[in-house]
């Protein structure tokens, strides 16, 4: 088995991150659940500048941030830390204009708002990276002219959700 260790919450997007990851390359490790609200000395000790979770210890050497995990060959390694940088520094997912991808999961995102006003639910807003995204997309010219009203969707589907 790996010396391997990771810290996380069972409902963290960013634990499944790294806990997918290992899976892809095979390996095992130690899960060690931590409670948020009382973080462990361990969990402080390791990441005493963000106290967050993930943390993943190999060989008792902490590796925050939920990205690290690139492959093995250093040409795919510098192209997946690239594409990541990308994604982080543009505003969209196609660069500085929006592009497919953008219209692609933008118009979905926008129902899925709707969604979370009508069963008073706040999911997007924990998530600051996407909610940024979704107001520059909506921010668009053509976006704004075409997308439908999320207060006018809001009305419309009300009475019809029981
Ligand atoms: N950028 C970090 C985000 C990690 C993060 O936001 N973790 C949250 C839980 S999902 C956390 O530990 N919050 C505790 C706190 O902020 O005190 C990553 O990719 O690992």
Same mark, same amino acid.
């Given at each position: 088995?790996?010396?391997?260790?990771?810290?996380?919450?069972?409902?963290?997007?960013?634990?499944?991150?790294?806990?997918?990851?290992?899976?892809?390359?095979?390996?095992?490790?130690?899960?060690?659940?931590?409670?948020?609200?009382?973080?462990?000395?361990?969990?402080?000790?390791?990441?005493?500048?963000?106290?967050?979770?993930?943390?993943?210890?190999?060989?008792?050497?902490?590796?925050? $941030?939920?990205?690290?995990?690139?492959?093995?060959?250093?040409?795919?390694?510098?192209?997946?830390? !690239?594409?990541?940088?990308? /994604?982080?520094?543009?505003?969209?997912?196609?660069?500085?204009?929006?592009?497919?991808?953008?219209?692609?999961?933008?118009?979905?995102?926008?129902? !899925?708002?709707?969604?979370?006003?009508?069963?008073?639910?706040?999911?997007?807003?924990?998530?600051?990276?996407?909610?940024?995204?979704? $107001?520059?997309?909506?921010?668009?010219?053509?976006?704004?002219?075409?997308?439908?009203?999320?207060?006018?969707?809001?009305?419309?589907?009300?009475?019809? /959700?029981?």
């Amino acid at each position: 088995m790996e010396d391997l260790k990771l810290f996380g919450v069972w409902y963290s997007p960013f634990v499944c991150r790294v806990k997918c990851a290992l899976q892809l390359k095979g390996l095992n490790h130690e899960y060690v659940e931590e409670d948020l609200s009382n973080k462990s000395e361990l969990l402080l000790q390791y990441n005493p500048v963000h106290k967050k979770i993930p943390v993943l210890v190999h060989a008792g050497k902490p590796i925050v $941030e939920s990205y690290p995990i690139l492959p093995k060959d250093p040409y795919e390694r510098s192209k997946a830390r !690239f594409w990541t940088k990308f /994604m982080q520094d543009k505003k969209f997912f196609g660069g500085d204009e929006i592009g497919f991808v953008d219209l692609a999961i933008g118009t979905v995102l926008h129902w !899925f708002k709707v969604v979370e006003t009508l069963k008073e639910v706040k999911i997007i807003e924990t998530c600051t990276h996407l909610q940024a995204w979704i $107001e520059r997309f909506s921010q668009v010219a053509v976006v704004k002219e075409n997308l439908l009203d999320h207060d006018v969707l809001v009305a419309h589907f009300k009475p019809l /959700m029981g």
